[in-house]
């Protein structure tokens, strides 16, 4: 199953962008199960948690995106999201959705933010 990761793009500081991962293939009581999130990366840092989502709909984010971001999905759409508001320049970089469960830890291929001051 493959994750398809859109939404990227160059925004001024102040903006705005929605990210979307799809696994339009993906069995919907497989989708249940997984635990979502995006993940951030920036040249010369890890890749580090933004937000994520419980197969419950429990929801964390990183402190600095806290009131800003908010991750959400639809099962029907078998699609998860991360809409980010109040973009600041520190929020750039390689926005990477991650679907996990026990038997399974799957990747999106990435989709570039950047935001300019």
């Known amino acids: 199953v493959q994750l398809q990761a859109s939404g990227g793009g160059l925004v001024q500081a102040g903006g705005s962008l929605r990210l979307s991962c799809a696994a339009s293939?993906?069995?919907?009581?497989?989708?249940?199960?997984?635990?979502m999130g995006w993940y951030r990366q920036t040249p010369g840092k890890e890749r580090e948690m933004v937000a994520v989502?419980?197969?419950?709909?429990?929801?964390k984010y990183e402190d600095s995106v806290k009131g800003r971001f908010t991750i959400s999905k639809d099962n029907t759409k078998r699609t998860v999201y991360l809409q980010m508001n109040s973009l600041k320049p520190e929020d750039t970089g390689v926005y990477y959705c991650?679907?996990?469960?026990?038997?399974?830890?799957?990747w999106g291929q990435g989709t570039l933010v950047t935001v300019s001051s």
């Open positions: 293939r993906m069995i919907l009581s497989v989708f249940w199960g997984y635990n």
């Open positions: 989502i419980s197969s419950d709909r429990a929801t």
């Open positions: 991650n679907f996990k469960d026990a038997n399974s830890d799957l």
